[in-house]
Antibody, heavy 119, light 107 residues
Framework: EVQLVESGGGLVQPGGSLRLSCIAS????????VHWVRQTPGKGLVWVSR????????VYADSVRGRFTISRDNAQNALYLQMNSLRVEDTAVYYC????????????WGQGTLVTVSS | DIQMTQSPSTLSASVGDRVTITCRAS??????LAWYQQKPGKAPNLLIY???SLQSGVPSRFSGSGSGAEFTLTISSLQPDDFATYYC?????????FGGGTKVEIK
């Protein structure tokens, strides 16, 4: 069974940092690009970032570029999102998702982890 | 960035109804479009990819059509399990973008 399990969410003050993790199982992790997508409570979905198979190529949404860093550890089947200089508007549920190499839809999603940025 | 516009934002329907949701892209995305269903408190679930290909395990009452900049998701006979929010997503170019969602409610 394909599984993506996120962790690391929580409450953080504006300007603070948080690191999200996503552990993959049930499939060959190195066959997929992996992405982070976030959803503001009660609102829609926003793509955040993606990383290619070997980690050599990353892309970010304008709203997080320079503050967030995506990375992966293929030996651990793990995806990470280091979030620095957090803002109130970064408050959301963060999902990790997978897709085949290149631009793609997302055929499996984690359950999400809630990040709340508030003083 | 490619903007994705869904209509309607809310739809009231009854079990057995045929339901159609529209998604328009701000420029041509060829057939690089996906549809997702999301229920409260759950992650989205892929229904359709490449505009009209049914994801494995998804009931055949769901279908997608369109190309270029205009797309539709059709549910041929609405079932109780289908009351949810539906999103389109383009994957023609970065940043990948989603529509604002269509909530399908019980009439």
């Amino acid at each position: 069974e394909v599984q993506l399990v996120e962790s690391g969410g929580g409450l953080v003050q504006p300007g603070g940092s948080l690191r999200l993790s996503c552990i993959a199982s049930g499939f060959t992790f190195t066959n997929y690009w992996v992405h982070w997508v976030r959803q503001t409570p009660g609102k829609g979905l926003v793509w955040v970032s993606r990383i290619n198979i070997d980690g050599s190529s990353t892309v970010y949404a304008d709203s997080v570029r320079g503050r967030f860093t995506i990375s992966r550890d293929n030996a651990q089947n793990a995806l990470y999102l280091q979030m620095n200089s957090l803002r109130v508007e970064d408050t959301a549920v963060y999902y990790c998702t997978r897709g085949p190499p290149d631009y793609s839809s997302f055929d499996s999603w984690g359950q999400g982890t809630l990040v709340t940025v508030s003083s | 960035d490619i903007q994705m516009t869904q209509s309607p934002s809310t739809l009231s329907a009854s079990v057995g109804d045929r339901v159609t949701i529209t998604c328009r892209a701000s420029q041509s995305i060829k057939s690089w479009l996906a549809w997702y269903q999301q229920k409260p408190g759950k992650a989205p679930n892929l229904l359709i990819y490449k505009a009209s290909s049914l994801q494995s395990g998804v009931p055949s009452r769901f279908s997608g059509s369109g190309s270029g900049a205009e797309f539709t998701l059709t549910i041929s006979s609405l079932q109780p399990d289908d009351f949810a929010t539906y999103y389109c997503q383009q994957y023609s170019s970065n940043p990948l973008t989603f529509g604002g969602g269509t909530k399908v409610e019980i009439k």
